[in-house]
């Protein structure tokens, strides 16, 4: 089939067209030519800017596919722009959305047909931690509006593997290579929850090649943290609790995927992927994940917000507190 991504040359969008092109399928990207593009050859570039409206889609004009797959929508006006000028040209279409639209993220575990954010004014166009989820509400909406049951709306959890420059779940991996004491978050009965990239793209390719609509929530196993350590091989581990993260100012950023399982936004790490499941979503094993993110990441030169000085100030630190 002749397929559409609207992005594709960054971390999720790649891996969907990789699996696209492993599929058989041929494959047309727009993008705005801002990103390396590290495609194969055989991809055919298109380039264009929905944030200019109908007027930025041109090179889309007289053109069709059996579908598209919107990766890189985030507001309102980028995805109306998409979606209506599409609507006659695609057969189905794919939205890539989040698990950040649900209201009650304290919920265990977290379902689709849980209640969604307030969804954003289609006016917003900046994008932040308070907007991220209620803009995906509303391109949502503005999706399901025009396509109905051509619509497949897919909500990841954090997503994981090689090519993730967002340096959240890299840092793991990375960390455990370094070996010694490592500092840990909680005290190990907390719990962590990804889906791999790849995961992902090979169910938008399965939703595609089988027709499938409606809404999915996509994740992986969920681990305690205690059972992530031990995927990641991490042999000394050093259990710090919240109290003391936040006396030394370590949170999420530091300290990447940790949301203590009783806190506000517990249930993002208890994502229910069972109707997902159900359609043929297939999960990669976590050391698979751990072992091919590490084997990309060393060569990746990502930064860390926790530097290894800082960790070993903290941990340090910590043994003073504890004598």
């Not at 649900?102 to 954003?120: C, F, K, N, S, T």
């Not at 399901?144 to 593997?161: F, N």
């Not at 590490?294 to 990502?302: H, I």
């Amino acid at each position: 089939m002749d397929i559409l991504v609207l992005g594709g040359t960054k971390f999720v969008g790649r891996h969907i067209v990789l699996a696209l092109l492993a599929a058989g399928h041929r494959v047309s990207v727009l993008t705005r030519g801002q990103s390396r593009d590290e495609l194969p050859a055989e991809v055919e570039r298109l380039q264009g800017d929905r944030n200019a409206g109908a007027a930025g889609l041109s090179a889309l004009a007289g053109r069709s596919w059996a579908a598209c797959v919107d990766v890189s929508g985030y507001t309102p006006g980028q995805v109306r722009a998409s979606a209506e000028a599409l609507q006659t040209q695609v057969g189905r279409y794919v939205f890539i959305s989040t698990a950040s639209v649900y209201a009650e993220p304290d919920r265990h575990p977290v379902r689709e047909d849980d209640p969604l954010l307030p969804p954003a004014a289609e006016a917003v166009t900046e994008i932040t931690g308070e907007t991220y989820g209620p803009l995906k509400v509303t391109c949502e909406q503005l999706v399901q509006a025009a396509y109905g049951e051509r619509a497949t709306l897919l909500r990841p959890q954090i997503v994981a593997g090689p090519y993730d420059h967002t340096a959240r779940y890299p840092y793991w991996p990375d960390r455990a290579s370094r070996g010694g004491e490592t500092l840990l978050p909680g005290d190990g009965t907390d719990h962590v929850q990804v889906i791999d990239a790849r995961d992902l793209a090979r169910f938008t390719v399965r939703v595609i090649e089988q027709g499938i609509g409606g809404v999915f929530n996509l994740a992986g196993p969920r681990l305690s943290w205690a059972e992530f350590a031990r995927v990641l091989g991490i042999a000394q581990p050093v259990w710090i609790g919240q109290d003391a993260l936040e006396h030394w100012h370590l949170g999420f950023a530091e300290l990447p995927l940790f949301i203590p399982e009783h806190a506000p936004q517990g249930g993002l790490m208890d994502i229910s992927a069972e109707r997902a499941i159900a359609a043929g979503l297939t999960l990669t094993p976590p050391e698979g994940t751990a072992c091919d993110t590490r084997a990309w990441s060393q060569s990746a030169a990502l930064t860390y917000a926790l530097t290894p000085e800082r960790e070993a100030e903290v941990l340090r630190e910590n043994r003073e507190r504890e004598n």
